[in-house]
C-alpha cells in the first residue's frame, strides 16, 4: 500500500486498508469501516465514496446475512 499522508486516502487506498483489517484481525467488513473511522475521527457517511464496488457488495452480503438488511430475491457470490 502506498503512504498517504495522515487521513488522505484514494479509494484503492481505503479499500486496501479495510482488506487488510479484515484478514488480519478476522474482522468483518462493518467493523473493519467502522473501526477505521473512530481512529482516523471520520464520520462513517464522509468515506462513501472511499468505498470500492467490491466491498459495497460485500457489505451488503454480510448485512443481509446479519440481519441488518432484508435479504433480496438474488443469488450473491462470496
Do not use: H, W
Amino acid at each position: 500500500m502506498i503512504d498517504q499522508p495522515e487521513g488522505m486516502f484514494t479509494k484503492k487506498s481505503f479499500s486496501e486498508l479495510i482488506e487488510k483489517r479484515v484478514r488480519d484481525d478476522r474482522a468483518t467488513y462493518i467493523d473493519a469501516i467502522i473501526d477505521t473511522c473512530k481512529e482516523r475521527m471520520t464520520d462513517p457517511e464522509d468515506i462513501v465514496k472511499l468505498l470500492s464496488n467490491p466491498i459495497k457488495a460485500k457489505l451488503e452480503a454480510e448485512g443481509m446475512n446479519l440481519g441488518y438488511l432484508k435479504k433480496s430475491n438474488e443469488l450473491t457470490f462470496e
